[in-house]
């Protein structure tokens, strides 16, 4: 017999497929249509991530991880002149990678003692329940699977404890504009007025510098954007030939915008949980979306979605920032 835990995790899981298929079937009937990025992350996506965030062509963990290593402390005293104790909370928590200097230094001087990771990855979640205990010590992991904004809800009941929020590593350019400053703004109801925000910019550069992060040489984006589809074959029953879609990443220098798609490379049907989708020959799949930002912008959106800026800090090149922001 189930027990009442084991009930209430399967209903979970089953409530996410089910969510999962009605937003792959909505995308693929829009025009143009898409996939929710979102979805990259299963266990087999989380594992080429960790091999893209090692290319050589992918700068920006590199330079968010110059920030994190040798600004630590500097963070941490600007955190603690507006939040001397608080609880951590991270949007797309992956590895902890990035955070683990942070966390290691917020315990080692006692601003926090509890660290809420948020990931749609239900792997990731244990991964890190398990792992992160035994690297530091006297951390207490909570952590939360979930949609962003329910499960940083979930954090808010569980301790009424002032909030300093992490979203890293450029995920805010998974937003165009205009839903970024949605996405902020709804972040921004979830928090309390001196609550704070660590968010993760890609800064605007050399337009072959960027294109060249999302098409390595090694051709493993490529596989971690086809993975989608094989991850609707393995969980929506899904019959998509992925050898009959490519890869195709783009950059506008004017708008900032870099965009990823998967083109049909002939006309075919596809089912999904019973559903017939049908692409044209050379049809788009509209992916992914990493908008990069020039500093104004970021102040605006900062501005615009109910927040002041703080503190920057740049990595050497002055390519990527981490910004400080705080609830007004």
């Not at 530091?136 to 909570?142: I, S």
């Not at 971690?224 to 609707?232: H, K, V």
């Not at 390519?319 to 007004?328: A, E, K």
Request: aromatic share 10%; glycine share 6%.
């Amino acid at each position: 017999m189930r027990t009442a835990l084991a009930y209430h995790n399967t209903t979970i899981v089953e409530k996410q497929l089910l969510v999962f298929e009605k937003d792959v079937l909505e995308g693929l009937r829009e025009v143009p249509k898409r996939l929710h990025s979102k979805y990259f992350y299963d266990a087999t996506g989380d594992a080429l991530f960790q091999q893209i965030m090692h290319c050589q062509e992918y700068y920006l963990t590199r330079c968010e991880m110059d920030i994190l290593r040798g600004q630590t402390e500097q963070i941490v005293r600007a955190i603690r002149r507006q939040a001397p104790v608080f609880d951590l909370v991270e949007l797309g928590a992956g590895d902890a990678s990035k955070s683990f200097y942070l966390l290691k230094e917020l315990l080692r001087t006692g601003a926090i003692d509890t660290y809420f990771p948020i990931d749609i990855s239900r792997n990731i979640i244990a991964q890190l329940q398990q792992s992160l205990p035994v690297k530091l010590p006297g951390l207490q992991v909570t952590g939360l699977n979930g949609e962003y904004m329910d499960m940083l809800q979930a954090a808010g009941q569980i301790t009424g404890r002032q909030k300093v929020v992490m979203f890293m590593g450029s995920s805010i350019g998974n937003f165009t504009p205009a839903e970024a400053v949605q996405f902020c703004a709804k972040l921004r109801q979830q928090l309390q007025p001196g609550d704070m925000l660590m968010i993760g910019f890609d800064l605007r550069k050399n337009p072959k510098t960027i294109l060249d992060a999302y098409n390595d040489k090694a051709g493993i984006t490529r596989a971690f954007n086809l993975n989608l589809l094989e991850r609707i074959n393995r969980e929506l029953d899904g019959n998509f030939d992925v050898s009959q879609f490519e890869h195709y990443p783009t950059y506008d220098p004017l708008t900032g915008a870099c965009k990823s798609f998967l083109i049909s490379q002939k006309e075919q049907a596809v089912e999904i949980a019973g559903q017939t989708v049908r692409f044209g020959a050379n049809e788009p799949i509209f992916m992914e979306i990493s908008q990069k930002y020039t500093v104004e912008e970021i102040n605006e959106l900062a501005s615009r979605s109910g927040f002041r800026p703080v503190e920057f800090f740049y990595d050497s090149k002055r390519w990527f920032t981490d910004v400080l922001w705080q609830c007004r």
